[in-house]
């Protein structure tokens, strides 16, 4: 199984910053990453997906970047709204994995 | 509206069953993988299974082989899934999600609420 590991676990960042949450997989997986925001008691939201492409919808101050086995995914101009957790998942093969979640609080 | 509504949580003793129903509505579900996806109390996300649009494919983590199958009803725009043999550790919520080019998850449903206790 491909292992992703994200850390720290844990990042502070003040409103107007910019912050990138880094993300590792245990083998090459070429762009085949997604990164996902959760708020407390919601359901997860797709932001990236093929490592770069924005969804529709997403602000354009989210980014993604990285092929192989190692991503990040940038958020620019951070808005209070943007203080969430956020995961990492590949889609290269079975079983599908996810980070351990990377939370971006409030400095 | 795009929507998926779970159903079918509950509380379960060890070593029993449930099935979790999740409702589509706003597509077409016959197109689309779908996803079964959970999070324990605290934790992270886990993804649990896939099923393909014809349900010839299907998917597991290596936790659930055997005691876990998802299954799908594209007449009814349901999906399923069917969990034996239940343990401490399935107790989480689980999400049904829908899958674009297979692997990632563009659309979520609120979650049903699974603990397994005595």
């Known amino acids: 199984d491909i292992q992703m590991t994200q850390s720290p676990s844990s990042v502070s960042a003040s409103v107007g910053d910019s912050v990138t949450i880094p993300c590792r997989a245990s083998?090459?997986?070429?762009?085949?990453l997604a990164w996902y925001q959760q708020k407390p008691g919601k359901a997860p939201k797709l932001l990236i997906y093929?490592?770069?492409s924005l969804q529709s919808g997403v602000p354009s101050r989210f980014s993604g970047s990285g092929s192989g086995t190692d991503f990040t995914l940038t958020i620019s101009s951070l808005q209070p709204e943007d203080f969430a957790t956020y995961y990492c998942q590949q889609a290269n093969s079975f079983p599908y994995t996810f980070g351990q979640g990377t939370k971006l609080e409030i400095k | 509206e795009v929507q998926l509504v779970e159903s079918g949580g509950g509380l379960v003793q060890p070593g029993g069953s449930l099935r979790l129903s999740c409702a589509a509505s706003?597509?077409?579900?016959?197109?689309?993988?779908m996803t079964w996806v959970r999070q324990a109390p605290g934790k992270g996300l886990e993804w649990v299974a896939n099923i393909k649009q014809d349900g010839s494919e299907k998917y597991y983590m290596d936790s659930v082989k055997g005691r876990f199958t998802i299954s799908r009803d594209n007449a009814k725009n349901s999906l399923y899934l069917q969990m034996n043999s239940l343990r401490a550790e399935d107790t989480a919520v689980y999400y049904c999600?829908?899958?674009?080019?297979?692997?990632?998850?563009?659309?979520w449903g609120k979650g049903t609420t699974v603990t397994v206790s005595s």
């Open positions: 706003g597509f077409t579900f016959s197109s689309y993988w």
């Open positions: 093929a490592a770069s």
């Open positions: 999600a829908r899958g674009v080019f297979s692997g990632y998850m563009d659309v």
């Open positions: 083998q090459g997986i070429s762009t085949w």
